[in-house]
Nanobody, 115 residues
Framework: QVQVVESGGGLVQPGGSLRLSCTVS????????VEWYRQAPGKQRESVAF???????TYADSVKGRFTISGGNANMKVYLQMNNLKAEDTAVYYC?????????WGQGTQVSVSS
């Protein structure tokens, strides 16, 4: 059974940093591709960062230069390093893993940016 668990969220002041972790178990083969999403109150879920098996990464324009996605098969974890956080980054962050044609989501971790 595939399990996806996010962790590392919390409350941080504007300009601060957090590192989210996505721990995956039960998949067959590679952990890739992995995508981080977020959903703010009253808004649709949006993709913020993506990583694939060749190491290629893509980011939403709103987080480019501030967020970094990394990780992989070595420990079945993918990370989202978030720097220079802004109030508008406040959301529940979700990790999605695609494996053998199916998508698996975690329960999400809350990130709140406030002074």
């Amino acid at each position: 059974q595939v399990q996806v668990v996010e962790s590392g969220g919390g409350l941080v002041q504007p300009g601060g940093s957090l590192r989210l972790s996505c721990t995956v178990s039960g998949i067959i083969g590679s952990i890739y591709p992995v995508e981080w999403y977020r959903q703010a109150p009253g808004k649709q879920r949006e993709s913020v960062a993506f990583i694939e098996s060749l190491g290629k990464t893509t980011y939403a324009d709103s987080v480019k230069g501030r967020f970094t996605i990394s990780g992989g098969n070595a420990n079945m974890k993918v990370y989202l390093q978030m720097n220079n956080l802004k109030a508008e980054d406040t959301a529940v962050y979700y990790c999605k893993v695609a494996n053998w044609g199916r998508d698996y989501w975690g329960q999400g971790t809350q990130v709140s940016v406030s002074s």
